[in-house]
Nanobody, 117 residues
Framework: QVQLVESGGGLVQAGGSLRLSCAAS????????MGWYRQAPGKQRELAAS???????NYADSVKGRFTISRDNAKNTVYLQMNSLKPEDTAVYYC???????????WGQGTQVTVSS
């Protein structure tokens, strides 16, 4: 099993920045991809960014050029640097891991990001 703890959310003005962190513990040997999903009120949860164990990244079109995902494998931690934030980035952000082989995804509890106009 994997446990995920997120931090770094908060309230910022449009154009500001935040950095989210997610630390994984437990069966960390099984983790392949780590990523961040987000869910805004009234909307479906969507992938914001992900990164593989080898460093391959994937971004939603809406965040390309503004968000950067990275990971420190030694610390079992994934980060999401969010710059030039927009009000439409307001959402609960959830850390997610996908296994190297067969197995379930794991999810963090979520951290609120609110961007004011």
């Amino acid at each position: 099993q994997v446990q995920l703890v997120e931090s770094g959310g908060g309230l910022v003005q449009a154009g500001g920045s935040l950095r989210l962190s997610c630390a994984a513990s437990g069966s960390i040997f099984s983790i392949n991809i780590m990523g961040w999903y987000r869910q805004a009120p009234g909307k479906q949860r969507e992938l914001a960014a992900s990164i593989s164990r080898g460093g391959t990244t994937n971004y939603a079109d809406s965040v390309k050029g503004r968000f950067t995902i990275s990971r420190d494998n030694a610390k079992n931690t994934v980060y999401l640097q969010m710059n030039s934030l927009k009000p439409e980035d307001t959402a609960v952000y959830y850390c997610n891991t996908k296994p190297l082989w067969a197995g379930p995804d794991y999810w963090g509890q979520g951290t609120q990001v609110t961007v004011s106009s």
